[in-house]
């Protein structure tokens, strides 16, 4: 699974430089001079970091064999990319990247199958977006329909008991009303 660790935005200045939306933790590393990046759309790239420096809070990057403002404008909306493979399991046992939360099922701790894990929203809370309906609808081009809305969990232990990212589960014990509405008490 390949993803986005930045957006290239503008040019700066005339010797190729482009302004980089960053979308990582971890910019002094994904962006260190000699990392190749891939690209979307990849016949942009790959594209071979030459320098980087920050200026005003805007990561500024120059990649190897961009050497004017003309050529770093037709870069303008790239995305950088890598292979999620590259990245190393956290160490904390509790700690998840999101694309290892996307695409799990979700099942109350009875086993009962409630829908899968649509995306990961970070707003002061993370919250679990879960599709509800039959697991592997979505991958499947099966959308809409009764059931398939979408209800949002906060990741937290106590409603999020278990991961198994082997299995592909995630268990959620939620209270009645936050997967299903109508079971509002």
């Known amino acids: 699974m390949q993803l986005v660790v930045g957006r290239i935005g503008r040019p700066h200045g005339l010797r190729g430089d482009v302004s980089v939306e960053v979308r990582t933790d971890e910019p002094d590393r994904r962006f260190a001079p000699g990392t190749a990046l891939a690209t979307d759309p990849a016949s942009t790239g790959p594209l071979v970091v030459e320098s980087r420096r920050w200026h005003s809070g805007i990561l500024l990057v120059r ?46 701790p009875d086993g009962e199958p409630v829908g899968e894990v649509s995306d990961v929203l970070h707003h002061g ?5 879960v599709r509800r309906g039959k697991p592997g609808a979505r991958a499947a081009g099966i959308t809409g329909g009764a059931g398939a ?12 008991p278990e991961i198994d990212l082997a299995k592909g589960v995630l ?10 509405p109508d079971e509002m008490v």
Request: glycine share 6%; proline share 8%; net charge negative.
């Open 125 to 129: 809370q993370d919250l679990l977006v």
């Open 149 to 160: 809305a979408e209800v949002y969990v906060p990741f937290v232990k106590a409603l999020v």
């Open 63 to 108: 990649f190897e064999g961009v050497t004017g403002r003309d050529r770093a404008e037709e870069l303008r909306g790239t995305m950088l990319v890598i292979d999620s493979d590259d990245i190393p399991p956290p160490e904390d046992p509790d700690e998840f990247y999101d694309h290892q939360l996307i695409g799990l099922t979700v099942v109350k």
């Open 171 to 180: 268990v959620v014990d939620a209270p009645a009303g936050l997967l299903d």
